[in-house]
Every structure is written in C-alpha cells, then in structure tokens.
C-alpha cells in the first residue's frame, strides 16, 4: 500500500525553527510533484508549499513566503519543509501530499496523503 509519512512536528516557541519530513513507501516520490498542505481548528485546509516533479519549480502561499522551503531527496525518497520564525498562526496540523500532474496548491489532484503531524507554536 501507498504511503506517506509526515514527521518531525511538535511545541516551538515563536521564532524557532521546524524541519518536516515527508517520507515515502512503495512508490518514488521523483515520479511526483510533493505538496505540504495544513489545516487549523475551524479553518479550512491551506495549502503551504509545493515542489514540481521535473524541474524542482517551487511554490509557496503568501502567509509562508521568505520563511518555508520546500525540497526533495530523490535518493532518500522523502521531501522536507524547513519553517522558519514560526508564528503562532502557523499552529496546524501539517501534511504531505504526491500527485503525478502540477505542483498546484489550488487543485484537488493530490492523489497521495499522508496522516499529518501537528505544529503548534506558542511561548
């Protein structure tokens, strides 16, 4: 069975610092764009960061611009999101998602999902 694995969450202080993980089984990831999408208590699901399949070509949402990178390990099968000068609205549950069409955060075409790992920044 397909999998992916999200892990490396937990409690930060505002400031600090997050590395995700988003590691793969029973497929490659260098066949997939890898997306990381989040979702806070009553609100709806946002989508994070994307990495494109072919030319590594990156997107981010504008709450999580020039702080999140998105990148890919072929090699190792997983793909990560690096979080930087957390924020409290940046508290979610994080997830990973693998789609053979587009790194597009906007569509319903992510076809892998992994369980989340929950973030939570707060002093």
């Known amino acids: 069975q397909v999998q992916l694995a999200e892990s490396g969450g937990g409690l930060v202080q505002p400031g600090g610092s997050l590395r995700l993980s988003c590691a793969a089984s029973r497929f490659t990831l260098d066949k997939h764009a890898i997306g990381w999408f989040r979702q806070a208590p009553g609100k709806e699901r946002e989508g994070v960061s994307c990495?494109?399949?072919?030319?590594?070509?990156?997107t981010y949402g504008d709450s999580v611009k020039a702080r999140f990178i998105i990148s890919r390990d072929n090699g190792r099968n997983t793909a990560y999101l690096q979080m930087n000068n957390l924020q409290p609205e940046d508290t979610a549950i994080y997830y990973c998602a693998a789609s053979t069409r587009a790194c597009d955060l906007g569509s319903n075409d992510w076809q892998y999902w992994g369980q989340g790992t929950q973030v939570t920044v707060s002093s």
């Open positions: 990495i494109s399949r072919f030319d590594y070509s990156t």
